[in-house]
């Protein structure tokens, strides 16, 4: 690839960052929508879009699938051994944890 073929392409690149960050905003404003509107449907849309979303973004930024996967994992154990309330009250990091380890 030519020097300003690379340079396209960076230009590119940011520019779809831009954008995926827009979208994160986007869909974090409709699942508020969804939350005060107690639509499931779209709570669900806009869950599901989000993380699509931020794993494009990761991609985009040179991050593989994998290591966002294993970075979530590693988050989710330093919660549950530092006795996070979500993990004290009701258990759902460890089940999250459970749940991405076994798929």
């Not at 030519?2 to 827009?22: C, H, Y």
């Not at 974090?28 to 509107?37: M, V, Y």
């Not at 499931?40 to 699938?65: E, H, K, W």
């Amino acid at each position: 690839m030519s020097r300003p073929e690379r340079g396209m392409q960076f230009a590119k690149n940011i520019r779809v960052i831009d954008w995926l960050k827009t979208e994160v905003l986007d869909q974090i404003s409709n699942l508020f929508k969804g939350l005060h509107h107690a639509n499931q449907n779209m709570i669900i849309d806009s869950l599901s879009s989000l993380l699509v979303t931020i794993y494009v973004l990761a991609r985009r930024m040179g991050l593989p699938f994998r290591e966002l996967d294993q970075a979530v994992t590693t988050k989710l154990r330093e919660h549950v051994s530092e006795g996070h309330q979500l993990e004290q009250w009701y258990g759902d990091l460890s089940t999250l944890d459970e749940y991405i380890t076994k798929r």
